[in-house]
């Protein structure tokens, strides 16, 4: 049985790896709101009440070109909705929680969290204080978050552009899933989900983010079925 | 303006977040539902990957010999057999740089 402590630390170095890309994007990230001729406050803000690399830099992409409010916020909504499939598999570990600790677990929740603290789960399920791993994942990439944000907020864009670090974020993405290319059915569902993803690229709101994953899903319930 | 409708993003970004941990309760979804969600990664991350690999900031698609598709070329082979995260994404981005910068 682990301590609490060994699992935040457990869910540290779990993250600790995608800084490489996190820490770029986050840079990129508060320097784009800037060179947009937003109030520096208020690019930080979003880092703290979004929390959210993409979905910021959309919403301040979208208010700098003139669209309205309403669209920016929806589009942020459509962006983050991914993370109610997240909530869905992790609420399984977080079951046994009070009310209170699953509300403010929920705040940091985030892709790479999620996936490097659901891969520890699945193989750990019988640890007793297993939501640690997901707070040691989850507050790292938090605090790194601020950090780079800021970072580009108060410096500018320091990293040149010439090097496009933005590549970084789906070579993270590729670390997370690549072992599951081992499984055919898990394959399946990720050739649905991408080739999904270019073809409803240009849907309203960036929807496609959302779109791509319920088409895999539904495609992942045939698998299923098929393989009994 | 701006600070509200920053306000109203950042309580649904929390909700997207919230709802299925706190306040939905697991029973409710059905065993089917349950193995389903096991696909969960692999059916999201490849929505992010793709974009990021084929289509380019000016939200059209990539050549077929943009060395993007090589560097992921080479993190997967190196992410497959290696295991390691930061091997992954250091092959990746240095398989990119070297065609741009020295070919």
């Avoid at chain 1, 677990?105 to 520890?120: C, L, M, P, R, T």
């Avoid at chain 2, 193995?35 to 969960?40: D, G, K, R």
């Avoid at chain 2, 990957?49 to 598709?69: C, L, R, S, V």
């Amino acid at each position: 049985m682990l301590t609490k402590k060994q699992l935040f630390s457990k869910g540290f170095l779990s993250v600790a790896p995608h800084m490489l890309s996190v820490i770029p994007f986050g840079i990129i990230c508060g320097a784009i709101g800037i060179e947009l001729g937003f109030d520096p406050i208020l690019v930080y803000a979003l880092s703290i009440i979004i929390f959210g690399g993409a979905s910021q830099i959309v919403f301040l992409q979208l208010l700098s070109g003139g669209a309205s409010a309403l669209i920016a916020v929806t589009s942020v909504g459509v962006i983050n909705s991914r993370h109610l499939l997240y909530g869905a598999v992790l609420s399984e570990y977080l079951e046994k929680l009070s009310f209170i600790k699953k509300l403010l677990i929920s705040y940091i929740v985030v892709d790479q969290g999620f996936a490097e603290s659901n891969k520890f789960f699945m193989k750990n399920k019988t640890e007793t204080h297993l939501h640690y791993h997901l707070i040691g994942s989850g507050v790292t990439l938090w605090i790194f978050w601020q950090l780079s944000t800021l970072a580009g907020i108060v410096l500018g864009s320091f990293v040149p552009e010439e090097l496009g670090l933005k590549f970084a974020i789906p070579l993270t993405f590729i670390a997370i899933v690549v072992q599951d290319l081992k499984k055919l059915d898990h394959v399946i569902v990720m050739i649905t989900c991408g080739l999904s993803s270019l073809l409803f690229f240009n849907a309203p709101f960036k929807s496609y983010i959302i779109i791509s994953p319920v088409i895999a899903l539904f495609v992942a319930a045939l698998v299923l079925r098929l393989k009994k | 303006m701006t600070w509200l409708s920053i306000i109203i993003a950042g309580i649904i970004t929390y909700f997207t977040r919230m709802t299925m941990v706190a306040l939905v309760d697991r029973d409710l979804l059905g065993e089917k539902v349950k193995a389903v969600l096991a696909y969960v990664p692999s059916a999201v991350f490849p929505a992010i990957i793709f974009p990021g690999i084929f289509i380019n900031d000016y939200g059209t698609f990539i050549e077929m010999n943009d060395p993007k598709i090589f560097g992921a070329i080479v993190a997967i082979l190196v992410g497959y057999f290696s295991r390691n995260v930061i091997a992954t994404i250091l092959s990746g981005l240095t398989s990119y740089w070297v065609i741009i910068f020295l070919l």
